[in-house]
């Protein structure tokens, strides 16, 4: 049974605070659209992209060279989204009636298909459905607290995981861009994926046995529900002890997940966090819970 350890939690809390972190605005063009295009579009670009940001690779990673520069898993999605952007892609009659070869357009690299393509447009298929009957996308998300935004999308089956992590990733961005002024930014959490978890568990602020991640038992959907709803909860705290929003901690933390504290042979020697983590003061380094065929995260 896992166990959230607020002391650990504040240790870690205590180190972030001296990173200085700050909140990022997502205004990079080769992954998002121009911040003064309208709002209508922005919003489209948004909450279809986020519907579709899950794992992006099984067997083999999705990555590639993309107009001579290279992408990796998130960031190639996005920047394949942001050359559809441009092509009128994200229109609510066009993606409610999207078709598998008009999907390759954004679901595919150097001539590799991201590994749940036909589900990916299925969700999309279901974006557009809907936003074409709330009558567009500024109808169909609410910008005036993320408790609305969540109950506005819960028929949207992209954004219906139970510990809505993609909802909070569309809230971080939509207030990132300034696209929502939230009045309740302060009940916000941490979007949680795999990096997020995988970083919870071996900094040890969500105590878990180790052995049984190392086992490669694959959770049930109950039991990662349960598993990430305590990960977003430990997160929470630190973001409190540390005086930083849940959203720059996720950015932050998501970065940090890619880059140094990788599932496999973590960068231990550059971590700014190995003096307060369990899994360095123990040479262990467990992964993530496996919980693979879902779209929630």
């Not at 049974?1 to 990173?19: C, G």
């Not at 999309?124 to 074409?132: I, P, Q, S, W």
């Not at 969500?206 to 997160?235: C, P, Q």
Request: net charge negative.
């Amino acid at each position: 049974m896992e166990v959230i350890d607020v002391d650990r939690a504040e240790a870690v809390a205590s180190v972030i605070r001296r990173l200085e972190i700050k909140r990022e605005q997502y205004l990079d063009q080769r992954l998002y659209p121009p911040p003064d295009d309208p709002l209508e579009s922005q919003l489209a670009y948004f909450v279809s992209m986020v519907a579709i940001d899950h794992r992006t690779s099984l067997w083999e990673p999705f990555e590639g060279e993309i107009e001579g520069e290279f992408f990796h898993g998130a960031d190639a999605l996005y920047r394949l989204g942001r050359i559809a952007y441009d092509k009128g892609f994200f229109k609510a009659e066009k993606l409610a009636r999207l078709t598998p070869s008009e999907a390759e357009l954004l679901l595919s690299l150097g001539g590799k298909r991201v590994w749940d393509f036909h589900t990916r447009v299925l969700l999309l298929r279901d974006v557009g459905r809907k936003a074409m009957l709330r009558g567009g996308f500024e109808k169909l998300v609410s910008r005036e607290r993320i408790s609305d935004l969540q109950k506005s999308l819960k028929d949207l089956r992209a954004y219906e995981d139970p510990v809505g992590k993609k909802v909070m990733l569309l809230a971080k961005f939509l207030d990132g861009r300034r696209l929502a002024d939230f009045r309740d930014l302060n009940e916000a959490d941490v979007p949680v994926d795999n990096h997020l978890s995988r970083v919870a568990y071996r900094l040890g602020i969500v105590d878990i046995n180790y052995d049984f991640l190392e086992s490669g038992v694959e959770v049930t959907r109950e039991e990662d529900i349960r598993l990430r709803e305590a990960v977003k909860t430990a997160w929470r705290i630190v973001a409190k002890f540390a005086d930083i929003h849940p959203f720059a901690l996720d950015d932050y933390l998501w970065s940090f997940g890619r880059k140094i504290c990788i599932r496999e042979s973590p960068k231990c020697d550059i971590c700014p966090l190995k003096e307060v983590c369990k899994a360095y003061s123990l040479s262990r380094f467990p992964p993530e819970h496996l919980h693979t065929i879902t779209w929630y995260y």
